[in-house]
């Protein structure tokens, strides 16, 4: 059998993400519709994962750059919405995390975020990924629906060159023909060999690109049983989006979960990573 791969343990706020601890969790909103919402929905999602005894770091994006449409709503602004996620953050005394679609925008980001995302679609940019690795913030880069798990290795060595090695990998599923996203289930352990925090994407993963013509559709149906799986598999962590009302989300709403959810969503998600974490991954 073949050693085991050093797991690397990334904390952040007091939320650990390593493959082979308890689950931790990334969730909140998909777009930043209003400090109000935002405030409520991490409110909320803190006092689930505190009862859980779960970490957890809020996500928002600041600014929604990748809109199948050019009418699709963005957000207040690039630092407008960097000021109220950090504000939020802080008041409720839990990490945000937050998107970077440019290089940049990087140093801008880690003033105010305690984590850059790479967007999927740009998880091959080399400029960007140099420019996330050089704030020393951690850095989730999601695995692009266009590439193959034993890809990533290559944005990984981007980021480790800048000598961070604060990074997480985030699965969010791969193109299926048009419009359709597929989920295997390996790529999980084929990026958990590098040694790095593997996250679940499970609402994105549900996405149909395009779907509704001018936006982006999903089945939210499916957010249950490919986390199911993906907490069998063993991950270090579940990302997520959720909101009051996803049917008048103004951004990725047929792909979020209800906030009511969330709690029941957890527990079975916590459970099922318990019981597969009895065995070695």
């Not at 904390?11 to 993400?17: L, N, P, S």
């Not at 909103?29 to 409520?40: F, K, Q």
């Not at 960007?128 to 290559?154: E, S, Y």
């Amino acid at each position: 059998m073949p050693a085991r791969p050093r797991q690397i343990r990334l904390e952040v706020k007091g939320a650990v993400f390593r493959n082979d601890a308890p689950l931790a969790f990334i969730g909140g909103l998909c777009a930043l519709e209003s400090e109000a919402l935002l405030r409520r929905v991490g409110r909320s999602l803190k006092e689930t994962f505190a009862r859980l005894g779960a970490g957890f770091v809020l996500k928002c994006s600041a600014d929604k750059a990748n809109r199948t449409s050019l009418q699709g709503f963005r957000g207040p602004g690039y630092e407008a919405g960097l000021r109220i996620l950090a504000r939020v953050a802080k008041d409720l005394g839990v990490a945000c995390l937050t998107d970077v679609h440019e290089p940049a925008q990087a140093e801008l980001a880690a003033r105010y975020a305690d984590v850059l995302q790479v967007p999927a679609f740009l998880c091959r940019q080399t400029e960007l990924l140099l420019a996330c690795g050089r704030t020393g913030k951690p850095v989730n880069i999601k695995k692009g629906q266009f590439l193959a798990p034993w890809d990533m290795a290559h944005a990984v060595r981007k980021v480790e060159s800048t000598g961070n090695r604060k990074i997480l990998l985030t699965e969010r599923g791969t193109s299926f023909g048009y419009g359709n996203l597929v989920v295997d289930m390996r790529s999980l352990a084929v990026m958990r060999a590098f040694g790095y925090p593997v996250v679940f994407d499970a609402t994105h993963s549900v996405q149909l690109p395009g779907g509704l013509g001018h936006a982006t559709g999903g089945d939210r149906r499916h957010i249950w049983p490919l986390t199911r799986a993906a907490a069998a598999a063993g991950v270090a962590g579940v990302f997520f989006e959720a909101h009051p009302d996803p049917d008048r989300a103004l951004s990725d709403g047929p792909n979020a979960l209800a906030l009511r959810d969330v709690p029941r969503f957890a527990r079975m998600a916590r459970r099922i990573d318990s019981a597969a974490k009895k065995e070695p991954l």
